[in-house]
């Protein structure tokens, strides 16, 4: 049995409760065999391939606090530190209730590849809770943050761990967990990414992850003889990834006629007005219906369904698996062009290799959402040097980063003799980097 294949068996025997993690680990795994059959015998002798899907340390805990009516309630947390050869230990943390031990650890797979692929010196981890934050006051999420904090606290660092935001975890999050670490460590440190611009924040990170997705994608037409000007987008999701990337994309001449949450979505023939989903969104923590109460030419539909809208370009920014297999094949038929993801795996095994094989151009999301983790990166650098860079400068370096991971798993893809394939090229390029630095520091 093949290396690749012996290692696929193990995990899935030991890990067959673990449905996300297995497809995290199976298309990773899989496209990047081409790269490990040329040095298979040197890998399987060090075990890089056993190593590098096990966490470093995954990290379980309860996380109590009381609610406004006085009650108790109980949380389970995680951290999972997945590899650290490259960098301090970083990715997101997820508040959702739906988060359990196989999403944080698909995540944290997913990290460590996304991460080296920004050039930057950043291991992968990530991190969360099943709380869910809608519906709760303000008081509720910062009982319950300063709860989360006070165990967190004992695992990270501003060299060791940096958490950031993910789903469920935007700025007044952050705030709060920063605010509970100062506390008890007693350290003002860049311990974590996605802060106010008050106490240690980057300007242009909050855009960072949407605008990273538009310049990638904007590489992906140019590269192809096309551009935005003039193209339909259907985007899904309402949160921080979906908001910035409909803004860079209509910035760039495109018009994004859908946007969608957890209950429904919308459709606007003119294009989205972001103003008012940023006031919905961002301001009144609403459902995107209110959307049509302003616009009333606008169209609500209760479900998923944005992929239905035939479009140039479509951009997953919701969450993992939102995007099927029937999906896939109603945008190849509607005529799409391109598919880059947004959010964390949206497009499963199925409908990633339909899309493909019907010609329509697919960036993964550990490539195409990586602007976010790298300006978190680019945080992490300010708070060291105690400076703070122009919006400007941020959103010039996000731009050269997204253009430097473009070339670069293009340029793998064809080093591998599939050109035009980025699944291929993301996950080897990501992989080389990691394994090298993991055969310099020797079995550890
Ligand atoms: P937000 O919480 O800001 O927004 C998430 C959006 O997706 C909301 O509109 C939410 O709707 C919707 N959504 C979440 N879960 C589901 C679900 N199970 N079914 C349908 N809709 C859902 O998160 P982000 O925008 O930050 O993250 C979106 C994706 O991008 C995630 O996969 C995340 O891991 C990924 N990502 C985020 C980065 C960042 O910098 N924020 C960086 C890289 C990747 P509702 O409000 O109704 O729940």
Redesign the pocket.
């Known amino acids: 049995m093949k290396y690749i294949e012996r290692v696929l068996a193990d995990l899935n025997k030991k890990y067959a409760n673990q449905p996300e993690f297995l497809q995290a680990a199976r298309e990773v795994l899989d496209s990047i065999a081409p790269a490990v059959e040329k040095n298979e015998a040197l890998y399987e002798r060090n075990a890089i391939l056993e190593r590098i899907v096990e966490p470093d340390r995954q990290i379980q805990f309860k996380i109590p606090w009381v609610d406004d009516k006085g009650d108790a309630k109980v949380n389970i947390g995680y951290r999972v530190q997945f590899n650290n050869a490259i960098g301090p230990y970083k990715g997101?943390i997820?508040l959702?209730p739906?988060v359990n031990p196989s999403i944080m650890k698909f995540?944290g797979f997913e990290q460590v590849f996304k991460n080296s692929l920004t050039g930057l010196p950043i291991g992968g981890a990530k991190g969360g809770s099943d709380f869910d934050p809608?519906g709760k006051s303000d008081r509720e999420v910062m009982a319950f943050c300063q709860s989360f904090m006070t165990e967190l606290y004992k695992y990270i660092g501003a060299d060791v761990d940096v958490p950031?935001?993910?789903?469920?975890t935007?700025a007044r999050e952050i705030g709060y967990f920063y605010g509970q670490y100062k506390r008890i460590r007693g350290v003002y440190e860049g311990v974590l990414t996605g802060k106010g611009l008050s106490y240690g924040g980057s300007l242009a990170r909050k855009e960072?992850?949407g605008y990273g997705l538009l310049y990638m994608t904007d590489e992906l037409m140019k590269d192809h003889g096309d551009t935005l000007e003039g193209k339909t987008v259907v985007i899904s999701?309402?949160?921080?990834?979906?908001i910035y990337a409909a803004e860079k994309a209509t910035q760039l001449g495109a018009k994004v006629v859908t946007l969608?949450?957890?209950?429904g979505w919308i459709y606007d023939k003119n294009g989205i007005d972001l103003d008012l989903v940023k006031d919905i969104k961002e301001v009144r923590r609403a459902r995107i219906s209110e959307y049509v109460k302003v616009h009333t030419d606008a169209v609500y539909t209760e479900g998923r369904g944005v992929w239905s809208v035939p479009c140039d370009i479509a951009l997953p920014?919701?969450?993992?698996n939102?995007l099927l297999a029937e999906d896939a094949k109603l945008l190849a038929a509607n005529g799409c062009k391109a598919v880059c993801e947004?959010?964390?795996m949206?497009t499963t095994l199925e409908a990633t290799q339909i899309l493909m094989e019907s010609g329509v151009m697919f960036v993964p999301?550990k490539a195409a959402?990586a602007g976010?983790?790298a300006t978190s990166a680019l945080e992490m650098s300010q708070n060291s040097e105690r400076l703070s860079w122009s919006f400007e400068e941020v959103d010039e370096k996000l731009h050269g980063i997204m253009k430097n991971i473009y070339k670069n798993i293009s340029a793998t893809a064809k080093k591998y003799g599939v050109e035009g394939n980025y699944v291929v090229g993301a996950n080897i390029a990501g992989f080389e980097k990691v394994v090298d630095a993991m055969l310099a520091h020797g079995v550890c």
Request: aromatic share 0%; charged share 15%.
């Open positions: 997101g997820r959702h739906s995540l809608k950031a935001g993910d789903i469920g935007g960072a992850t999701g309402a949160g921080n990834v979906a969608s949450d957890s209950t920014c919701a969450t993992q939102e947004g959010a964390n949206p999301g959402n976010g983790v």
